[in-house]
């Protein structure tokens, strides 16, 4: 019997009709549009669900699906990063607490921001805001409550470890079901079958108080959260909490917390000022907020199907655009690079399907080449300018990096004017700034002003191998300026900015960079950092068991730079699930899957996004000639396509709408007659694949790499579809199907291929295709039911009035 049917039962008449507000479990659920920081608080339970946009809240980063479970009389800003529109639904006080073992609720929450468990009531909280107009919301109430108490299961807090006789544990017990009843010593000690005299000696000799003390306790235990977040008066909670009087629930309250409840009262947060949104910011209309509702209900099929998950949405003229942040930066690694032809190829390819905008390399300098002639010292940059000409060619804009790695400044005659692997920073920036001026001076001459005012400078923050800077922040920031101020000397609209911080590294030093910016007012045109998956940088470091490190690590860095800088772009021009560049993952569906979560997480908290690499040319040893040898790239050195391309090939076929989000699916359109979804399903890894360095593990067995994920059934309905005949096409990466691991498990022991054996590969590499064709009524409802498997990636792609015979060219 739950703690609310509980209540009912021991309330009179007209008890019950001063608790009368219990046929009402949500007070209210309204959703605001907001734009400039504000504050809130209310005397009521209220949650606050973001379903569009991000914000500050409680100085923690919210993105769309956060939530926060805030108490009556708690005062929270809200700073929205960008336009936010937020569900804010108040509850009953009253039946939360009667309803939630509290205990294990508020000690998990309260103190936090945001608890990620939360995000499992969505479902619930989701369809409790699609009900509530219609006034029938208890259902979704209660199923909410349930989500809450499943993942906050309740603990039983009788202090009964030492327990061992099984008559003990069934007298606590029985006082725990009943405690909201008139216990008395008899009918306790008739119910377990003992003698008064004994259960009043127990209870003495066990907890150094008598029967009625130790109940009595157990209900001022209940009593205060009721006094300190509910208005009822003592004597309605003495009836309730079954005392016999208003007198001796005071006290037990007395013994218990020192204090009557009048005291406890005044020294709560209520009554309160209400602080609510302003009412020209409530949304009347907010459907289309919610098409990406998900009611999760678990499973136990001999299916194996954990749980189904229900989308359902309509075409409307008003969805969000599709962020492209993901396509901004395309990192080329070392400029060294770029003098193998086989890597300009795969460059080129790459930039005539995706179309990057930027093309960040590291090492420019090393590629300048020094002469001295009768004293004078000459620069020469023509092996640059065959880069910059390439990139230019290719539509990308450069965007130089400096600093950050031990490489030389040039090679020639003059050991003077070169920078060596022995040398420290201040060798590197001390012959940098030499180097600068002329340079800027001649790309002016050679691509023009305007031309040249499009790149970007990324001047990054150097640190050493082992999770320590190099650099002080002040050290860092000293020498940006002059790099900055040498750069915008010559060309002012030239964007410059940094520091390129390593999220592995302490926050703590990323933060006093921030703020010595702010303090000094320098100019910064963009601050950028950079985002692992391991432990530390060291070359052996393990890696994280999930892809959640990457997110939190972007969230926490995400947070810091908009405490201090809210309108300053934001690149994330570094990120990949290992700092280590030599792991079978990289090979694998993992890493599409990964790079799935982790992107389209992201699409909207960072204005550009830059995976690591994008070929394993730039991660070859003299180790390297098989066909995969565990390398960061999206392309084998041989130009074949891992799993991890065909996630930025499914990225670049959505639509320019956002049509809703969620974690493991998004959902895009071209238009009312053409829809697109990306889904996938990510699964952890086991302890001993963090702690293998290569994870050569995945040859033999998946058991020994990937936690056990069962797989999940969507159920997805498109509405308001313009009736006809649609072609819906689906593409799957999984274990068996576009995963060239697999194949690279039969053959790894073969080090030369021939031409036909390359072609047969990358042939295998493409994800298996297929074709349905559906028919929409006049009832405008398209309705998918996909199965997704752990480790898997579907990109579906649905159109209308297309020939069945037309295949779609991947």
């Not at 690079?337 to 790459?350: D, G, V």
């Not at 640059?384 to 390439?390: E, G, H, N, P, T």
């Not at 001026?437 to 400078?457: A, D, K, M, Q």
């Not at 995400?558 to 290992?578: A, C, H, N, Q, S």
């Amino acid at each position: 019997m739950t703690r609310y049917n509980q209540t009912i039962l021991v309330m009179g008449k007209e008890l019950f009709m001063s608790f009368i507000s219990l046929e009402k479990p949500v007070q209210e659920i309204e959703i605001y549009k907001l734009d400039k920081p504000l504050s809130y608080r209310h005397q009521d339970f209220t949650i606050l669900l973001l379903l569009d946009g991000q914000a500050l809240i409680r100085n923690t980063y919210f993105l769309p699906e956060d939530l926060l479970l805030l108490p009556p009389g708690v005062e929270i800003s809200i700073q929205p990063i960008s336009q936010v529109v937020l569900a804010v639904i108040r509850l009953n006080n009253y039946l939360l607490l009667s309803s939630l073992d509290h205990f294990t609720v508020f000690s998990s929450i309260h103190d936090s921001p945001t608890n990620v468990r939360l995000k499992e009531c969505i479902g619930s909280l989701e369809n409790l805001i699609r009900s509530y107009r219609t006034g029938l919301v208890s259902h979704y109430y209660f199923q909410f409550i349930d989500d809450l108490m499943r993942i906050f299961p309740a603990e039983d807090h009788m202090p009964d470890q030492e327990l061992t006789n099984s008559t003990n544990e069934q007298i606590l017990q029985y006082i725990h079901e009943n405690l909201l009843q008139n216990i008395s010593l008899n009918h306790a000690a008739a119910s377990v079958h003992l003698t008064p005299q004994y259960l009043a000696s127990f209870f003495q000799k066990k907890y150094g108080c008598t029967f009625k003390d130790y109940v009595n306790a157990q209900k001022a235990t209940l009593c205060l959260p009721l006094l300190q977040y509910t208005s009822f008066s003592e004597e309605a909670l003495a009836g309730l909490l079954g005392f016999h009087s208003a007198l001796s629930m005071n006290k037990a309250l007395q013994k218990s917390y020192g204090k009557n409840a009048k005291q406890i009262r005044n020294e709560s947060l209520l009554p309160c000022e209400i602080l609510p949104f302003p009412e020209e910011n409530r949304l009347s209309n907010f459907d289309r907020y919610l098409s990406n509702a998900v009611h999760q209900a678990q499973k136990t099929e001999s299916n194996q199907i954990a749980n189904i998950q229900e989308y359902s949405t309509s075409y409307s003229t008003d969805f969000g655009q599709m962020p492209n942040s993901w396509r901004q930066i395309l990192n080329i690694g070392r400029c060294a690079n770029m003098e193998n032809p086989q890597f300009r190829n795969q460059l080129i390819s790459l930039q005539h399907e995706i179309n990057f905008r930027y093309a960040r390399i590291i090492d420019l300098f090393d590629e300048m080449t020094i002469h001295e002639i009768n004293g004078q010292i000459f620069y020469v940059f023509e092996e640059i300018f065959q880069v910059l000409d390439l990139f230019l060619s290719l539509n990308l804009i450069p965007m130089i990096v400096l600093g950050n790695h031990y490489r030389h400044i040039g090679h020639g005659t003059g050991d003077n004017y070169l920078i060596n692997s022995s040398e420290n920073y201040q060798s590197y920036y001390k012959k940098l700034q030499r180097v600068l001026p002329v340079f800027i001076r001649t790309c002016h001459n050679r691509y023009g002003l305007r031309e040249v005012s499009r790149w970007h400078f990324e001047v990054c923050y150097d640190f050493a191998n082992r999770s320590s800077s190099r650099q002080t922040p002040w050290q860092f920031l000293t020498t940006y300026q002059k790099i900055e101020g040498i750069i915008h000397e010559y060309v002012p609209d030239c964007k410059v900015g940094g520091p390129g911080y390593q999220s592995i590294l302490p926050l703590s030093e990323f933060e006093g960079i921030l703020k010595n910016i702010q303090k000094e007012q320098i100019r910064f045109d963009f601050i950028s950092f950079f985002v692992y998956g391991n432990k530390d940088l060291s070359p052996d470091s393990g890696i994280m068991p999930t892809g959640s490190i990457l997110v939190d690590r972007a969230r926490e860095s995400t947070l810091l730079v908009r405490k201090y800088f809210r309108d300053i772009p934001l690149y994330m021009t570094e990120f990949g699930p290992f700092y280590n560049k030599r792991n079978f993952l990289n090979d694998s569906v993992f890493l599409a899957c990964t790079l799935s979560w982790f992107m389209t997480t992201h699409l909207e908290s960072v204005d550009a996004l830059g995976y690591c690499l994008f070929s394993d040319i730039s991660t070859e040893y003299a180790d390297s000639r098989g066909l995969l040898f565990g390398g960061s790239g999206i392309f084998t050195y041989l130009g074949i396509r891992k799993p991890s391309y065909y996630v930025f090939h499914f990225l670049n076929q959505l639509g320019t709408q956002m049509v809703s989000t969620h974690p493991g699916l998004i959902m895009t359109s071209s238009s009312k007659f053409s829809y697109q979804l990306l889904l996938y399903h990510c699964p952890g890894l086991t302890l001993e694949a963090t702690a293998s360095r290569h994870c050569k593990e995945l040859f033999e067995s998946d058991e020994f790499v990937f936690e056990p994920l069962a797989p999940k059934q969507l159920n997805i309905s498109l509405t308001q579809m313009v009736p006809g005949r649609y072609l819906v096409k689906s593409y799957r990466l999984n274990q068996h199907s576009g995963n060239l691991l697999h194949e690279f498990s039969k053959i790894r022991d073969v080090t030369d291929l021939a031409q036909t054996d390359i072609d047969c590969l990358q042939a295998l590499s493409i994800p298996h295709a297929e074709l349905e064709a559906l028919q929409v009524k006049e009832d405008g409802i398209l309705s998918l039911s996909p199965t997704i498997q752990s480790l898997e990636v579907i990109f579906i792609q649905i159109d209308y009035n297309y020939k069945v015979e037309k295949a779609y060219e991947l």
